[in-house]
């Protein structure tokens, strides 16, 4: 193990600070922003793996990536510098370095109304060690008594993930526990560390090789309490994103790594999807049947996603880009009913191709693989077979997955893909990927695959309908994904344990630039969800922005969840359904501001408020920031307890209309058909009322409806429509509202204004609640035309 150290004069440079190391490496910092600092530590040889795809400060990657290093995209404010002995001290703005030359140390400190506050330190000594022999880096930072850690994305357990180890590394995991089961899905190399007394601090390592995150699960008798990550690559390349709080923190990170993708409003209604309707013999008749029971049964749903059962063939293998004309016998109907019923369809693609494949021979011959170190195909164990991944990052291979893309999924009828098991679960160390022209190591380069693989289906769908907003999902991906589609959970499992902890996974990513996230309703994997438990998934995900009902179980002779299988809970099952197309105008309000600002649509309460016991991880999340979802994710009970944080004016119960002072415990009824929302004085939510039975995501009538709290004040809210679906909201061809809601002792008054060409707006009407003896005075924009 080498400890690095400075091995001669720093220099200053027009755009950062520069020093060489021992060992052939060197430390380059740069001032990108006032808020973000880039600290690298450059092998004299350059990177192994040379791009980024992750950072996007331009909103988007080139498809080959872009330099580690480039300083394309950001401002470069100026840095001053100064030398004392045995250290360097730089500093831009607010933010100031100290670089302790032997061993390497770096202090960050930020200037507060108290003077500098030291907020990252590295450890006092070897903070960055090489360790040749195994490939890998590591860094060690001290850890402050009380300091909380959050983020990493796809992860199980507590949201602070303090005195924990985690590793950064896509697998199928099927059927995980959500509270202890790791690695999992998604590739999430950030952290946020919050002080004791709130102020933040983020951490994002722009690396796509493995790496092991200790958040201080590991001691040592010779160290003061640190944490460290190590990855197997060679250097470091380290971004600091300035708080000081949480809520500054999220928004820079999808600054920086590109905001997400604002999809059309039909895929944030409820979608349905399982395996063994599409696997079934006679997969057209099961699945129009079952989307005619939707309607018939007042069900409301906008999307059915296919399984990859379309594409298996006698031996029950999958087989992408191919058809089942003996499960689907007319397939120009099967779309043609789908469409006639009001449903978009969204079809599951795979990115591996089993030897057997038709089409094998020919993707080999044309090196469409990830390849072994003597060119032929790496191959390893996939879906009943041996099988071989197809190299996203091969242009020849893009070429080649958006044509299959265009004619075989959207050009036989289906409105969008789903980038399934494509978390690139490589074990050959010596493979090697294409990288757009530029080889890598296919093992440091894992999930670039998912993420190219979504880009390139993102694209073609684009191509496809230009006039139109792409929908897309991957199961799989880095940060940066969400610029191209949504993501979720992956394969829960079936229990109120999976309940419970699936409630921090998704708040998690949320947090960690993955926004748009759901889980499977009912769990995938495991036993059969009865009544209780299967409605309380159907609450929870109602107000979320992924809501998709998804099961396998070969196990069971009765293996799917169906919105009707319990019929003692359908009522209740519909009601949650009904609300979330309720709350859908929100949902997707929020959805074009996380798209703009960056900021999360669902979050956990420690996100907006500073209360101690939002800290203590409850069981509940926030819907934007007014809106408290408190779900009932405990078996064989009826009411539900929260401390409702402080906020000015107290909380509305969305249902009986009691406001409740905040910083207080209350307990509110929680029966099997009833979700317990909270609203936050001052808010102006939009509601829907009507919709049509065949489009429930296209409301026509909208309720504007404001909780005034029982003090004076003011508050504003704003409010987005489109048409749901194509470009021309970047044009301002849309509605945006502007509400201002003041109260005073004798009255309540909102008044509603509006930017824009009001495109896509429906009917509106004004609900004030929270008049007591008040009068209440609306101001509507005039009716559309």
Same mark, same amino acid.
């Given at each position: 193990? *080498?400890?690095?150290?400075?091995?001669?004069?720093?220099?200053?440079?027009?755009?950062?600070?520069?020093?060489?190391?021992?060992?052939?490496?060197?430390?380059? +910092?740069?001032?990108?922003?006032?808020?973000?600092?880039?600290?690298?530590?450059?092998?004299?040889?350059?990177?192994?793996?040379?791009?980024?795809?992750?950072?996007?400060?331009?909103?988007?990657?080139?498809?080959?990536?872009?330099?580690?290093?480039?300083?394309?995209?950001?401002?470069?404010?100026?840095?001053?510098?100064?030398?004392?002995?045995?250290?360097?001290?730089?500093?831009?703005?607010?933010?100031?370095?100290?670089?302790?030359?032997?061993?390497?140390?770096?202090?960050?400190?930020?200037?507060?109304?108290?003077?500098?506050?030291?907020?990252?330190?590295?450890?006092?000594?070897?903070?960055?060690?090489?360790?040749?022999?195994?490939?890998?880096?590591?860094?060690?930072?001290?850890?402050?008594?009380?300091?909380?850690?959050?983020?990493?994305?796809?992860?199980?357990?507590?949201?602070?993930?303090?005195?924990?180890?985690?590793?950064?590394?896509?697998?199928?995991?099927?059927?995980?526990?959500?509270?202890?089961?790791?690695?999992?899905?998604?590739?999430?190399?950030?952290?946020?560390?919050?002080?004791?007394?709130?102020?933040?601090?983020?951490?994002?390592?722009?690396?796509?090789?493995?790496?092991?995150?200790?958040?201080?699960?590991?001691?040592?008798?010779?160290?003061?309490?640190?944490?460290?990550?190590?990855?197997?690559?060679?250097? /470091?390349?380290?971004?600091?994103?300035?708080?000081?709080?949480?809520?500054?923190?999220?928004?820079?990170?999808?600054?920086?790594?590109?905001?997400?993708?604002?999809?059309?409003?039909?895929?944030?209604?409820?979608?349905?999807? *399982?395996?063994?309707?599409?696997?079934?013999?006679?997969?057209?008749?099961?699945?129009?049947?079952?989307?005619?029971?939707?309607?018939?049964?007042?069900?409301?749903?906008?999307?059915?996603?296919?399984?990859?059962?379309?594409?298996?063939?006698?031996?029950?293998?999958?087989?992408?880009?191919?058809?089942?004309?003996?499960?689907?016998?007319?397939?120009?109907?099967?779309?043609?009913?789908?469409?006639?019923?009001?449903?978009?369809?969204?079809?599951?693609?795979?990115?591996?191709?089993?030897?057997?494949?038709?089409?094998?021979?020919?993707?080999?011959?044309?090196?469409?693989?990830?390849?072994?170190?003597?060119?032929?195909?790496?191959?390893?164990?996939?879906?009943?077979?041996?099988?071989?991944?197809?190299?996203?990052?091969?242009?020849?291979?893009?070429?080649?997955?958006?044509?299959?893309?265009?004619?075989?999924?959207?050009?036989?009828?289906?409105?969008?893909?789903?980038?399934?098991?494509?978390?690139?679960?490589?074990?050959?160390?010596?493979?090697?990927?294409?990288?757009?022209?530029?080889?890598?190591?296919?093992?440091?380069?894992?999930?670039?695959? %998912?993420?190219?693989?979504?880009?390139?289906?993102?694209?073609?769908?684009?191509?496809?309908?230009?006039?139109?907003?792409?929908?897309?999902?991957?199961?799989?991906?880095?940060?940066?994904?969400?610029?191209?589609?949504?993501?979720?959970?992956?394969?829960?499992?079936?229990?109120?344990?999976?309940?419970?902890?699936?409630?921090?996974?998704?708040?998690?990513?949320?947090?960690?630039?993955?926004?748009?996230?759901?889980?499977?309703?009912?769990?995938?994997?495991?036993?059969?969800?009865?009544?209780?438990?299967?409605?309380?998934?159907?609450?929870?995900?109602?107000?979320?922005?992924?809501?998709?009902?998804?099961?396998?179980?070969?196990?069971?002779?009765?293996?799917?969840?169906?919105?009707?299988?319990?019929?003692?809970?359908?009522?209740?099952?519909?009601?949650? +359904?009904? +609300?979330?197309?309720?709350?859908?105008?929100?949902?997707?309000?929020?959805?074009?501001?996380?798209?703009?600002?960056?900021?999360?649509?669902? %979050?956990?309460?420690?996100?907006?408020?500073?209360? %101690?016991?939002?800290?203590?991880?409850?069981?509940?999340?926030? /819907?934007?920031?007014?809106?408290?979802?408190?779900?009932?994710?405990?078996?064989?009970?009826?009411?539900?307890?929260?401390?409702?944080?402080?906020?000015?004016?107290?909380?509305?119960?969305?249902?009986?209309?009691?406001?409740?002072?905040?910083?207080?415990?209350?307990?509110?009824?929680?029966?099997?058909?009833?979700?317990?929302?909270?609203?936050?004085?001052?808010?102006?939510?939009?509601?829907?009322?009507?919709?049509?039975?065949?489009?429930?995501?296209?409301?026509?009538?909208?309720?504007?409806?404001?909780?005034?709290?029982?003090?004076?004040?003011?508050?504003?809210?704003?409010?987005?429509?489109?048409?749901?679906?194509?470009?021309?909201?970047?044009?301002?061809?849309?509605?945006?509202?502007?509400?201002?809601?003041?109260?005073?002792?004798?009255?309540?008054?909102?008044?509603?204004?509006?930017?824009?060409?009001?495109?896509?707006?429906?009917?509106?009407?004004?609900?004030?609640?929270?008049?007591?003896?008040? %009068?209440?005075?609306?101001?509507?924009?005039?009716?559309?035309?």
């Amino acid at each position: 193990m *080498t400890i690095l150290s400075a091995h001669g004069p720093a220099t200053m440079t027009a755009n950062g600070f520069v020093m060489p190391l021992n060992a052939g490496f060197t430390l380059k +910092l740069e001032a990108l922003e006032d808020w973000l600092i880039r600290l690298a530590i450059v092998p004299d040889e350059g990177f192994r793996v040379d791009r980024s795809w992750m950072i996007a400060p331009e909103g988007d990657t080139p498809v080959e990536g872009r330099d580690r290093l480039s300083l394309d995209g950001f401002a470069l404010p100026a840095m001053a510098h100064e030398a004392e002995a045995g250290a360097d001290i730089v500093t831009c703005g607010d933010t100031r370095v100290r670089i302790e030359h032997a061993p390497l140390r770096l202090a960050v400190e930020r200037r507060t109304a108290d003077g500098w506050r030291t907020v990252l330190k590295d450890r006092e000594r070897s903070a960055y060690d090489w360790l040749a022999k195994r490939g890998s880096f590591r860094h060690y930072q001290n850890r402050a008594p009380g300091e909380r850690h959050y983020g990493l994305g796809d992860k199980a357990g507590p949201l602070d993930r303090t005195s924990r180890r985690f590793r950064c590394l896509q697998i199928d995991s099927m059927g995980y526990d959500a509270e202890l089961s790791d690695p999992l899905y998604k590739h999430v190399p950030f952290v946020m560390v919050e002080a004791e007394d709130g102020h933040a601090t983020g951490l994002l390592y722009d690396t796509l090789s493995e790496m092991a995150v200790d958040l201080g699960c590991e001691h040592s008798n010779y160290y003061e309490p640190y944490r460290h990550v190590e990855m197997l690559e060679k250097g /470091l390349v380290l971004y600091v994103i300035a708080g000081p709080r949480l809520s500054d923190i999220v928004p820079r990170l999808m600054r920086l790594t590109g905001r997400p993708h604002l999809p059309p409003r039909w895929s944030m209604g409820f979608a349905f999807t *399982t395996m063994h309707h599409a696997d079934a013999p006679n997969a057209q008749e099961v699945m129009t049947g079952f989307a005619q029971r939707c309607r018939t049964d007042d069900i409301p749903i906008s999307a059915i996603h296919s399984g990859s059962g379309y594409t298996t063939r006698a031996d029950g293998r999958r087989y992408v880009f191919t058809w089942n004309a003996a499960k689907f016998p007319d397939r120009g109907g099967f779309f043609a009913r789908l469409k006639e019923l009001g449903y978009h369809t969204c079809a599951n693609v795979k990115p591996v191709l089993l030897k057997e494949h038709p089409a094998y021979p020919e993707a080999a011959e044309k090196g469409l693989f990830v390849k072994r170190s003597d060119g032929t195909p790496a191959v390893e164990m996939f879906w009943g077979g041996e099988g071989s991944s197809l190299d996203l990052s091969n242009p020849q291979t893009i070429a080649w997955w958006q044509k299959g893309i265009r004619e075989q999924v959207l050009g036989a009828g289906f409105d969008a893909a789903w980038n399934d098991n494509n978390e690139a679960e490589l074990w050959d160390e010596e493979a090697t990927v294409d990288g757009l022209g530029r080889p890598l190591p296919a093992i440091e380069a894992k999930p670039l695959q %998912a993420l190219l693989m979504t880009r390139a289906t993102f694209e073609a769908t684009k191509a496809h309908e230009p006039d139109k907003r792409p929908y897309t999902i991957s199961r799989a991906g880095p940060i940066g994904i969400a610029r191209y589609g949504e993501t979720w959970t992956g394969d829960n499992s079936t229990s109120w344990h999976t309940l419970k902890w699936n409630i921090r996974n998704g708040l998690s990513m949320s947090l960690s630039g993955m926004p748009f996230i759901g889980h499977d309703i009912g769990g995938f994997a495991g036993p059969k969800p009865g009544p209780e438990l299967f409605t309380r998934f159907v609450q929870l995900m109602a107000l979320h922005p992924r809501a998709v009902m998804n099961s396998w179980k070969p196990q069971l002779s009765d293996p799917v969840n169906l919105p009707w299988m319990h019929p003692e809970a359908t009522d209740a099952v519909r009601q949650a +359904l009904r +609300l979330r197309y309720r709350f859908l105008p929100l949902l997707y309000s929020l959805a074009h501001q996380c798209h703009r600002t960056g900021e999360p649509i669902v %979050a956990p309460l420690l996100y907006h408020f500073a209360d %101690a016991s939002c800290r203590a991880d409850p069981d509940a999340f926030m /819907l934007g920031p007014d809106v408290l979802v408190a779900p009932n994710v405990t078996e064989g009970t009826e009411t539900v307890s929260i401390d409702l944080p402080e906020t000015d004016g107290g909380w509305h119960d969305f249902w009986d209309g009691t406001i409740y002072a905040g910083s207080t415990q209350v307990t509110v009824p929680a029966p099997l058909d009833r979700l317990p929302i909270f609203v936050r004085s001052g808010a102006v939510l939009p509601l829907a009322l009507d919709w049509p039975s065949t489009s429930p995501h296209a409301a026509t009538r909208v309720a504007l409806t404001a909780f005034a709290g029982p003090k004076a004040g003011e508050s504003r809210r704003s409010i987005f429509f489109d048409d749901g679906e194509s470009w021309r909201y970047q044009g301002g061809d849309a509605s945006l509202l502007a509400c201002h809601l003041s109260t005073d002792a004798t009255r309540v008054g909102l008044t509603v204004t509006e930017e824009g060409s009001g495109r896509g707006r429906p009917d509106l009407v004004a609900e004030l609640r929270g008049l007591g003896t008040r %009068a209440g005075e609306h101001t509507l924009p005039a009716a559309t035309a």
